[in-house]
C-alpha cells in the first residue's frame, strides 16, 4: 500500500518554507498506478460484455441459429448472474482476500470469454455467458477497493474520477465496438478480445496489488440463494411465455415459485442479523423511490437497446459498425451531458435534475416509438436518440448523490451496491418483458412485423421510464436528510461495489475516508 510521507522540516528552515516543504504528497507513485491500470481495464472488460453483445445480436443468430428467447438470455444470462451475485462476491473477497478474490474472478472471466467464442452453438454460448457474468460479478466489486486501498487520500477523487470515466467508455463504446468486431473479423471476437487481456492482468494483479481482507466479515449464502433463483424464475418465465404460452405450466411454476423466493429474500432482509440487502433501508420514502426509479430505468433503457441495435440491422439494412455508430448519439451522450448535470444539480438540487432526465428518456423512447416505421431515414431516428441521451446523461449524475442522502453513512455502502444490482435486475427484466411484447406483437419473418412488434414494445419502456420519472420525485428535495456526524467507518468491498457499474456516475469522484479493511503488502 502505498503510504503519504510528509517531508521533514529542518530547524533552521524559515515557517512559511516549512510549510511548503511539509505538504502531502499527492503524485500518484508506482502502487497507486499499477492499482489504476489494472482495475480500470478489468472494469471496462466487465461493463463492456453489458452492451457489446446487442449489435452482435443478428450475427450471432445467422451463425448459431435460435430463437428470439434464444437472443434474450445470451444478454440475460451474463446480466442476470452479474446482477444477484455482485453483493456476494464483494463479501466472497472481504472474507477471503479482496486480491486473491479479484484474481479469481478474473480467471473465470477470461476462461468463461474463451468458452464463449468457442460456443458450438446458442446453448453452450448462453452457458458461457452466465459463467462470464459469475466472473464479473466477483471481480467488478473488488476494483473500488483495492484501488482505493492504494491510492493517497489526497488523490483518489482523481484515480476514482479516471476509474469511473473508463467504465463509462466501455458502455458508450459497447454497440460500436461490439458492431465493428463482428463486422470486420467475427462475432466470435467480441469475446476473444478479453482472453489476452485477461492474461495479461492475472500475474501482474499477483504482483502489483496489495492483498487485504475485512476480519470478522459474514457470506449471506441464504440470502443470495433466495434471490438467485426468485429472479431466475421470474425472468425465465417472462422470457418463455410467449413460446409455451403465458398459462403452461412451466411459465406458470416459473412465476410462482420465484415471486415466492423473491418475497423470502425480502423476509429475509428484515429478520435476519447481517443480510446480503437489509430491508429496513427500504422504509425511507427516498431510498425506495429512486431504487425503483433505477429499477424501471434500466428496464426501459435494456429492452430498447436491444431491439433498437437489431432494428438497425435488420430493417433498416446498416451495417454491425454502422448501428453502433448509429447508437452513439444514445449511449456516448451521457459522457457530455453527466458534468453539466452535476454542476446543475448543485444549484437547483439533484430531484428535478433527475426526474427532468427521466423524462426527456421516456420522451425519447415515445418519440422513437411515434415514427418508427420500416423505411425512416436516420434523419428522423436522430431526435429521440438524441433526447435520450441526454435524459441518460441527467439522470446518472445526480442520482447517486440523492440515493446517498437517504441513508446514514455506516449504510451507504451497502445502499449503493443494492442501487446498482437492482439496475442490473432492471436491466435483465427489460429485455425479457420488451422482448416477449414484441414476440406476441410481431416478429422476425419480415421487417413489417418486426417494426411492428418493436413499436408496443418502445412504448412499454417508454411507460415505465416515464413511472420512473414520477418515483424519483419521491426522493426527498435537497438531499441533506443524513448528514456524518461521526468519522466514516472502515469501508470494505461490500461497502464499494456502488456506482462504477454504471456510466459516467460521478459519485466514483467521492472520496472514501477511512483504512479499507487489513492489508498486508504484495509480495
Not at 482505493?148 to 476509474?163: E, K, S
Not at 504482483?207 to 466479515?217: H, I, Q, V
Not at 436491466?427 to 419480415?446: D, I, K, P, W
Not at 417508454?462 to 467507518?489: C, D, E, F, I, N
Amino acid at each position: 500500500m502505498n503510504a503519504q510521507d510528509p517531508a521533514t522540516a529542518t530547524p533552521a528552515t524559515p515557517a512559511a518554507d516549512v510549510q511548503a516543504t511539509t505538504a502531502p504528497d499527492t503524485r500518484l507513485r508506482a502502487p497507486a498506478v499499477w492499482a489504476l491500470v489494472l482495475t480500470g481495464v478489468a472494469s471496462f472488460m466487465a461493463a463492456l460484455d453489458n452492451l457489446v453483445v446487442t449489435t452482435a445480436l443478428p450475427a450471432i443468430r445467422a451463425d448459431l441459429g435460435g430463437t428470439l428467447e434464444d437472443l434474450e438470455w445470451t444478454v440475460n444470462a451474463y446480466t442476470l448472474t452479474f446482477a444477484v451475485l455482485l453483493m456476494f462476491g464483494a463479501a466472497l473477497g472481504d472474507r477471503f482476500g479482496r486480491r486473491r478474490l479479484f484474481v479469481a474472478g478474473l480467471a473465470v472471466f477470461t476462461g468463461a470469454s474463451a468458452a464463449a467464442a468457442l460456443s458450438p452453438g446458442i446453448d453452450a454460448l448462453i452457458a458461457a455467458r452466465a459463467v462470464q457474468g459469475v466472473g464479473a460479478a466477483i471481480m467488478m466489486p473488488l476494483t473500488l477497493t483495492l484501488l482505493t486501498a492504494a491510492v493517497p487520500a489526497a488523490r483518489r477523487g482523481l484515480a476514482l474520477g479516471i476509474y469511473g470515466a473508463v467504465t463509462g467508455l466501455a458502455i458508450a463504446g459497447g454497440p460500436l465496438i461490439g458492431g465493428s468486431l463482428t463486422e470486420y473479423i467475427s462475432w466470435q471476437w467480441i469475446f476473444w478480445l478479453n482472453v489476452p487481456t485477461g492474461l495479461v492482468l492475472i500475474p501482474l494483479a499477483r504482483l502489483r496489488l496489495a492483498e487485504s481482507t475485512a476480519p470478522g466479515s459474514r457470506l449471506d449464502i441464504h440470502g443470495t440463494l433466495l434471490i438467485s433463483f426468485g429472479l431466475f424464475g421470474i425472468v425465465y418465465a417472462l422470457v418463455n411465455a410467449n413460446a409455451e404460452g403465458w398459462t403452461s405450466a412451466p411459465v406458470l411454476t416459473g412465476l410462482i415459485v420465484g415471486s415466492a423466493l423473491t418475497g423470502a429474500f425480502v423476509h429475509h432482509g428484515f429478520r435476519h442479523a447481517d443480510p446480503m440487502l437489509p430491508m429496513r433501508l427500504f422504509r425511507d420514502r427516498g431510498f425506495l423511490g429512486i431504487n425503483l426509479a433505477g429499477l424501471l430505468m434500466f428496464l426501459g433503457m435494456f429492452g430498447s437497446v436491444f431491439l433498437l441495435s437489431q432494428f438497425l440491422q435488420g430493417v433498416s439494412g446498416h451495417s454491425p459498425t454502422e448501428a453502433g455508430l448509429r447508437m452513439l448519439p444514445w449511449t456516448g451522450m451521457p459522457m457530455i451531458i453527466a458534468p453539466l448535470a452535476g454542476i446543475l444539480s448543485d444549484r437547483i438540487g439533484g430531484r428535478p435534475v433527475v426526474a427532468a432526465g427521466l423524462a426527456l428518456q421516456a420522451l425519447g423512447l415515445g418519440w422513437f416509438a411515434m415514427v418508427l416505421s420500416t423505411d425512416m431515414s436516420y434523419l428522423t431516428q436522430l431526435p429521440p436518440l438524441i433526447l435520450s441521451g441526454i435524459g441518460m446523461g441527467l439522470y446518472f449524475a445526480p442520482s447517486v448523490n440523492l440515493l446517498m442522502s437517504t441513508v446514514a453513512p455506516a449504510d451507504q455502502g451497502r445502499a449503493s451496491g443494492a442501487n446498482t444490482a437492482l439496475r442490473e435486475v432492471g436491466g435483465a427484466l427489460g429485455v425479457a418483458v420488451m422482448a416477449s411484447v414484441f414476440s406476441a406483437q410481431g416478429g422476425y419473418r419480415t421487417p413489417q412485423t418486426f417494426t411492428d412488434g418493436t413499436v408496443p414494445a418502445l412504448w412499454i419502456g417508454a411507460g415505465a421510464v416515464a413511472l420512473a420519472a414520477a418515483l424519483a420525485l419521491l426522493s426527498r428535495k435537497g438531499g441533506a436528510k443524513h448528514t456524518p456526524a461521526a468519522p466514516a467507518p472502515d469501508l470494505t468491498a461490500s461497502d464499494l461495489t456502488a456506482s462504477d457499474l454504471t456510466a459516467t456516475d460521478p459519485a466514483a469522484t467521492a472520496t472514501p475516508a477511512g483504512p479499507v479493511g487489513k492489508v498486508t503488502a504484495a509480495r
